[in-house]
């Protein structure tokens, strides 16, 4: 077995848990048929009913699930999603997690995923990152006070009181799961109206480049930066588009900050920041959610610092 092997025999066997029962539905390009081809090998060796949806590049950029589309998702049990990353294509990613996460189903979302990531930050010990990913939900869990500041300029200010934090650590076995190989982020939805200052931003979803976001409350309220425009224009005059909807934190010590959110967000030094929906922990509702990435960070929060320029200090 090679390494890609070993890769998808964790992803299928390890996080997503596949069984006999399941109606497994792996939706790839073909840019990403190698990697598709692993997981359909191991979750069919699994004893699953597998059927792979081919994204034809004719019908791309996809912004709509066809009814037919819609059918398959519906009645299947697993959902793996492996295609290239598109911001344009957003709305039908969250069709996919909105049907996915709803049990008895479950997904894992790998956007951009290439073969060199698979094999280097799939193959990795999940017990160690579920413990260290543990730990940094415990430094700021229920936390009314935290701070993300960096050297480029980032001043923000919020609370996470009242949210639920979910741990990122590659287990999506459980009807109603919803996450991503690579694993290794801990994220919640910070309380909106409290939500106020400063991104400076290195990159915002699917390589596009750096800019400014500023909030007030909980709202986009001013930007600049082509990648930043590029989304706003995406989001259109849908105001959901625009509010936060997630804080996470990076935690997958082999990750590493690159043009791919898919890896960047999970690296150590990092967090991230989305507008749109919440994924059901904060209050918004959207068909949109794009991820801000944030380099080198100092968090504070319950008066201490949890992070100093990008190292972490528990």
């Known amino acids: 077995m090679n390494t890609l092997g070993r890769a998808a025999d964790r992803a299928v066997n390890q996080a997503l848990r596949i069984r006999p029962s ?4 792996l939706v790839t390009d073909e840019p990403k048929l190698e990697i598709a081809n692993t997981l359909a090998f191991w979750a069919k060796k699994a004893g699953a009913e597998v059927t792979t949806y081919l994204m034809t590049e004719a019908l791309r950029p996809i912004t709509a699930a066809t009814s ?34 709803k049990p008895p189903r479950r997904i894992c979302m790998m956007p951009g995923l290439t073969r060199e990531m698979m094999e280097r930050l799939v193959n ?71 939500f106020t200052g400063r991104l400076v931003i290195g990159l915002i979803d699917d390589k596009l480049g750096q800019g400014v976001m500023d909030f007030r409350r909980g709202r986009l309220v001013k930007w600049s930066g082509a990648g930043v425009d590029a989304i706003v224009k995406s989001i259109g005059s849908d105001p959901t588009g625009r509010m936060i909807g997630e804080f996470g934190v ?65």
Request: net charge positive; aromatic share 10%; with cysteine.
């Open 22 to 25: 399941d109606r497994f539905l």
């Open 68 to 101: 037919l589309f819609q059918e398959m998702a519906r009645r299947s049990t697993v959902i793996a999603y492996v295609m290239d990353g598109r911001y344009q294509e957003k709305p039908f990613r969250s069709f996919m997690v909105a049907v996915g996460r």
């Open 124 to 194: 990795i010990d999940f017990h160690r990152l579920d413990r260290f990913t543990g730990k940094v939900i415990a430094a700021l869990d229920g936390a009314d006070d935290i701070s993300v500041e960096n050297a480029a300029g980032t001043r923000i200010a919020f609370s996470v009181k009242g949210r639920k934090w979910h741990n990122s650590n590659g287990d999506i076995s459980r009807p109603g799961s919803h996450g991503n190989l690579p694993a290794g982020e801990c994220y919640t939805a910070p309380v909106e109206e409290t």
């Open 250 to 314: 990076g935690t997958n010590p082999g990750a590493k900050v690159c043009a791919n959110m898919l890896e960047a967000e999970k690296a150590f030094g990092t967090v991230h920041f989305a507008i749109g929906d919440s994924y059901g922990v904060g209050r918004n509702k959207s068909r949109f959610h794009f991820d801000a990435l944030v380099e080198k960070v100092t968090i504070k929060a319950k008066g201490k610092t949890i992070a100093r320029n990008g190292k972490f200090l528990i």
